[in-house]
């Protein structure tokens, strides 16, 4: 099966070019950084959060709210098609992964914990966002 051309498509190598090693372990490879030490889990300007892998549209500060978890929480996406989410079976329970539509890029879970009106909580790593001030 070839390629979607619509996705952003790089090596391995090109990725950990492009990232920090934190952005390469999170965005690359699903992993998390710790809560309450991200640059953007606290911030409440007002803007659009990107991909730091791509730069695709992700979020707006519009939705972002303080879940007190210790990481940025949004209850919706910028658009529905602005992120994918697979199951995640690494744990016990088993969760929902969201992933950058554009890139691939792990950007955190999603939970029905979170406020009206969609009453969920997009969880997302600071490092796979890169916030464009408006």
Not at 34 to 46: P, Q
Not at 56 to 69: H, N, V
Not at 103 to 130: E, M, Q, W
Request: hydrophobic share 30%.
């Amino acid at each position: 099966m070839a390629p979607n051309a619509d996705k952003i498509h790089r090596t391995d190598e090109e990725w950990r070019q492009e990232l920090t090693p934190e952005q390469y372990r999170v965005l690359r490879q699903a992993g998390t950084e710790r809560a309450f030490t991200g640059e953007l889990w606290d911030v409440h300007d007002e803007g659009v959060y990107r991909c730091a892998g791509c730069g695709a549209e992700l979020f707006t500060s519009d939705t972002k709210f303080d879940s007190g978890t210790g990481w940025p929480s949004f209850y919706a996406p910028a658009a529905d098609e602005a992120v994918e989410t697979a199951r995640d079976w690494k744990m016990v329970i088993p969760r929902t992964e969201v992933r950058c539509n554009s890139c691939g890029g792990h950007l955190g879970h999603v939970f029905t914990d979170g406020p009206r009106p969609t009453g969920k909580r997009y969880c997302i790593n600071s490092c796979a966002l890169r916030l464009d001030r408006r």
